[in-house]
């Protein structure tokens, strides 16, 4: 069923893998996933049967957290096959997991017994160390947020809605991982697009190119297609994904979620799940968009003009008529073309030197050395797919094994489309007091390679293996006790920061010549080209940055309201943030996968994180040199390894020793010079 045999687990994986399986058939993912629902209960029933005045940290707290571990693993192993299992009918065994757990969760967080348990714990232990107070404080907290503390006919709504959300988020993305849709086109319409790309396209009998909407396909071509129509209408398709039943599921999510937040006492759902981010609530944020929007505004005027212009210029050298206009499939397009205009900027010549092999050696180089690791390849892994690599990591100074990974890059039909971090197995502490080693799938999009070429990355996906494989070191450099603060669960807000304090590496000029080459003859990258790279950093950062803002304040109006027309309000903010109105007829949020995958009412967590990752690169990193040991390892030990076991806030303080600010942040994006920090949040 997955092209591997279980039968090589024992002799090529260290131990703590023998729990992750990815050769379940569908009929073991269902068998599975009923028993571990069996396991988990009984527990929760145990606990729920203690007397009130019976309850210790040994028969209550400790438990729970076990449970929690235990749980997580073999969930992990039914729910994840729905993103990167190659087999349809596994696959769907797997969403069918999914939902039936995710209903179990609900029905888990709700045990008012289990709560009461909680509560008179609560009162009697004032001895306990740092992190099982914090848990136990946080799993009350979680209770009061299901409204365990209301009538129970309250809490019954609460339940019920609390499950037909987690049932609706699911559909949302399997609907968008099956979408399939391709346009077709002749090579006329194509003109633009570079050989390599060309190569890579399938071709239909009477000669026509098949172009998909993945990633590789949409965007290059978006990017560079001279042929307005073809960019209109995959632009089009691309924001009409799913469009009729996503549509209707999202706005039946926003109205479910806006239901549940006033049971629980909130005017509105933003406002309930900001209350456990470092943003506090819904007035913060916009204030914290506006502010940007303020900022950036003049900047996004100037652009646009300077758009209009190249498109003038373009229509008048082609013999077009110029419609004074930039269109949504016009941004992308013009966007690069103010790369190569203002700083010259060749990605033709550029993509030649990123083959992904080579973007790999050196980025897993550039990590081993900034935070003290070594990774080794296991072969002939047991995985799920044989393009899928699987590494061990050990602590370099102590030699050490703290965890493992796997890079899973290219796409397939019905894998996960976008790039993502997933954590399978947390780092923490196990029943018998023995650390768990943390494991985590790295899977992305990258142009698969062909006969005649390697896959070769654009810049921009050399930023995002940086950004992704971030949030692996984020799970894999953990070191807390409990499943609960593993790794990346932390603040939503704050769950950006690791990855994106990565990203800056990608802009420097030492890492990027260790993780470049040309394809054909190994040469570096020239030195005026790596420059005008660098320069580029600032290109566009108005509208890029508007973009971010449109997409969080979308968010954020659909999550203050009690319900809402989404493309209509997507159109409207594009015209008063972006200045380029939405195209008719398409709605850009069914497609908006995080809406349904977490980031519901936080999506300005890209730019709130990002924030604070420029300050920690700028304040520390570039002052003291981008690869030092030291501050990497610092860095490790205060905000990679304490999860979710400490404030945000907190960690950030102690690894920069002040209030943390937005300086660095408007400096980098070419809007002010850099002067000493001032606080700002």
């Known amino acids: 069923l997955w092209g591997h045999q279980a039968a090589a687990l024992t002799t090529v994986v260290p131990v703590c893998l023998l729990n992750l399986r990815w050769d379940l058939t569908p009929d073991q993912i269902k068998c599975r996933t009923d028993k571990l629902i069996q396991r988990i209960k009984k527990i929760y029933d145990s606990i729920g049967a203690l007397d009130l005045d019976k309850v210790s940290f040994e028969n209550t ?50 045990r008012n017994d289990v709560f009461q348990r909680l509560l008179a714990l609560q009162k009697q232990l004032n001895d306990l160390k740092p992190e099982a107070k914090r848990l136990m404080e946080r799993l009350i907290n979680l209770g009061r947020r299901k409204g365990l503390h209301l009538p ?50 399938e071709k239909t009998e009477d000669g026509l190119f098949k172009v998909t909407l993945k990633y590789p396909h949409y965007f290059p071509l978006m990017k560079r297609c001279c042929v307005p129509e073809t960019r209109q209408k995959m632009e089009i398709a691309f924001h009409s994904r799913c469009k009729e039943v996503n549509t209707v599921i999202l706005e039946q999510l926003i109205s479910l979620r806006a ?84 700083f010259a900027v060749d990605k033709d010549k550029l993509i030649k030197y990123f083959p992904l092999e080579v973007v790999t050696e050196g980025l897993l180089g550039i990590y081993q050395d900034l935070l003290g690791l ?46 993502a971090c997933f954590s399978l197995q947390p780092g923490c502490l196990g029943p018998d007091g023995e650390r768990r080693l943390p494991v985590a799938a790295m899977v992305a999009n990258f142009t698969k390679p062909t006969i005649s070429l390697p896959s070769l990355l654009q810049h921009h996906e050399v930023e995002t293996f940086f950004h ?11 070191r807390v006790e409990f499943a609960e603060f593993s790794g990346t669960l932390v603040e939503t807000d704050f769950v950006e920061v690791p990855s994106q304090t990565l990203e800056n590496w990608v802009w420097e000029k030492e890492p990027l010549q260790r993780m470049s080459r040309h394809y054909k ?63 008719p007829g398409t709605n850009m949020t069914a497609s908006f996968s995080h809406l349904a995958g977490g980031y519901d009412g936080q999506y300005y967590s890209y730019l709130w994180s990002e924030v604070f990752s420029m300050d920690i690169f700028f304040s520390r990193f570039k002052k003291e040199g981008i690869m030092n040991p030291k501050v990497g390892m610092e860095y490790r030990k205060v905000i990679l390894e304490a999860g979710g076991s400490v404030d945000g806030v907190d960690m950030l303080k102690e690894f920069l020793g002040r209030e943390p600010s937005q300086t660095a942040f408007f400096h980098c994006k070419g809007l002010t010079k850099l002067e000493s920090p001032h606080n700002s949040h």
């Open 259 to 342: 239901k549940m937040a006033k049971f629980l006492g909130f005017n509105t759902y933003a406002d309930y799940v900001l209350e456990m981010n470092m943003a506090k609530n819904s007035t913060n944020v916009a204030h914290f968009l506006d502010e940007f929007w303020k900022t950036l505004k003049p900047v996004g005027n100037q652009e646009r003009q300077y758009i209009l212009e190249l498109k003038r210029a373009e229509s008048e050298r082609l013999g077009r008529e110029f419609d004074g206009e930039i269109h949504a499939w016009d941004m992308l397009y013009y966007m690069n073309q103010v790369e190569q205009v203002k």
């Open 374 to 419: 070594t990774f080794k390849q296991v072969h002939n892994a047991h995985v799920w797919h044989d393009s899928v690599r699987l590494y061990f990591v050990l602590d370099t100074a102590s030699g050490e094994e703290i965890g493992q990974f796997y890079l899973d890059l290219h796409p397939r039909e019905g894998k996960y489309g976008h790039a």
């Open 521 to 583: 003859h190994g040469s570096a990258i020239p030195d005026s080209l790596l420059d005008r790279l660098i320069a580029s950093r600032v290109a566009n950062t108005g509208l890029m940055n508007l973009r971010q803002v449109v997409l969080s304040k979308v968010d954020q109006s659909f999550h203050t309201k009690s319900s809402a027309n989404t493309a209509e309000e997507f159109a409207r903010h594009c015209k008063d943030i972006l200045g380029i109105p939405a195209t």
């Open 61 to 110: 707290l400790k438990p729970l957290a076990d449970a929690k571990m235990e749980y997580t693993v073999s969930r992990h192993v039914l729910d994840f096959p729905q993103y990167v299992s190659p087999c349809s009918r596994a696959r769907s065994a797997s969403t069918e997991a999914d939902k039936k757990l995710s209903e179990f969760d609900v029905e888990m967080s709700m």
């Open 152 to 201: 129970k006919n309250i809490q019954e709504e609460i339940k019920s809605i609390s499950k037909l959300i987690s049932k609706l988020s699911i559909d949302f993305n399997k609907n968008l991982n099956e979408d399939n849709t391709y346009l077709l086109f002749g090579e006329d319409e194509l003109d633009g697009m570079s050989e390599s790309y060309m190569n890579g396209l």
């Open 468 to 478: 992704e494989f971030g949030h692996v070191m984020h799970e894999i450099c953990t």
